[in-house]
Nanobody, 119 residues
Framework: QVQLVESGGGLVQPGGSLRLSCATS????????MAWYRQAPGKERELVAR??????????NYADSVKGRFAISRDNANNTVYLQMNSLKPEDTAVYYC??????????WGQGTQVTVSS
């Protein structure tokens, strides 16, 4: 079992920044995928950013709507994944979820953290 705990959400004005953190209860060194998803009211959950490990290489993917504004990173030493969000827009308002696919094929979700972008 892996617990994922998100933090860093909150209320921010348009154009502002937030950094989300996802702390895991197990070493993420060998995890295949670490990702952030979001779900806005009345909408389906969507992929925001993903890091996929293949051998010694990490591949990063972003949703078109956040490219150039968001950055995902993983800190293997601290078992944490981050999502740096810059130039935030009202349409970024959503609950953000951390997700992982472990090297054993297990799929886990965090409980989510609310991000609200409003003036």
């Amino acid at each position: 079992q892996v617990q994922l705990v998100e933090s860093g959400g909150g209320l921010v004005q348009p154009g502002g920044s937030l950094r989300l953190s996802c702390a895991t209860s197990r070493s993420i060194f060998s995890f295949k995928v670490m990702a952030w998803y979001r779900q806005a009211p009345g909408k389906e959950r969507e992929l925001v950013a993903r890091i996929t490990k293949s051998g010694k290489t990490n591949f990063v993917n972003y949703a078109d709507s956040v490219k150039g504004r968001f950055a995902i990173s993983r800190d293997n030493a601290n078992n944490t994944v981050y999502l740096q969000m810059n130039s935030l827009k009202p349409e970024d308002t959503a609950v953000y979820y951390c997700n992982t696919l472990t090297d054993l094929g297990e799929n886990y979700w965090g409980q989510g953290t609310q991000v609200t972008v409003s003036s």
